[in-house]
């Protein structure tokens, strides 16, 4: 099977910094991307930052310039790099993994981690 753990989140004050990191593991063959997404209270999930297995990466609007994600792809592992934190990003953190399965050949499915929380305070 295959996990996705999530961990870094946190309470910080308005205009601080975390970092998150999401580690995939398991039967996997290849990643093909792996992102983050965020659901706050009474709001659905929405997405944040993405990056591919070849280093395309895509921003929400909201974080451009604040955030930064990277991948360690030897380590299956992608971080999100959380600066200039406001009340408004406070949410639940998901981390994605989209992988083809050792098992399944060229099929891609997507796993979701549990999540970490960022509260941010004003």
Same mark, same amino acid.
């Given at each position: 099977?295959?996990?996705?753990?999530?961990?870094? =989140?946190?309470?910080? &004050? $308005?205009? +601080?910094?975390? !970092?998150?990191?999401? /580690?995939?593991?398991? %039967?996997?063959?290849?990643? #093909?991307?792996? =992102?983050?997404?965020? &659901? $706050?209270? +009474?709001?659905? !999930?929405?997405?944040? /930052?993405?990056?591919? %297995?070849?280093?395309?990466? #895509?921003?929400?609007?909201?974080?451009?310039?604040?955030?930064?994600?990277?991948?360690?792809?030897?380590?299956?592992?992608?971080?999100?790099?959380?600066?200039?934190?406001?009340?408004?990003?406070?949410?639940?953190?998901?981390?994605?993994?989209?992988?083809?399965?050792?098992?399944?050949?060229?099929?891609?499915?997507?796993?979701?981690?549990?999540?970490?929380?960022?509260?941010?305070?004003?």
């Amino acid at each position: 099977q295959v996990h996705v753990v999530e961990s870094g =989140g946190g309470l910080v &004050q $308005a205009g +601080g910094s975390l !970092r998150l990191s999401c /580690a995939a593991s398991g %039967s996997i063959f290849k990643i #093909n991307a792996m =992102g983050w997404y965020r &659901q $706050a209270i +009474g709001k659905q !999930r929405e997405l944040v /930052a993405t990056v591919t %297995s070849g280093g395309r990466s #895509n921003y929400a609007d909201s974080v451009k310039g604040r955030f930064t994600i990277s991948s360690d792809n030897a380590k299956n592992t992608v971080y999100l790099q959380m600066n200039s934190l406001q009340p408004e990003d406070t949410a639940v953190y998901y981390c994605n993994a989209n992988v083809i399965r050792e098992t399944l050949g060229s099929a891609s499915f997507s796993y979701w981690g549990q999540g970490t929380q960022v509260t941010v305070s004003s």
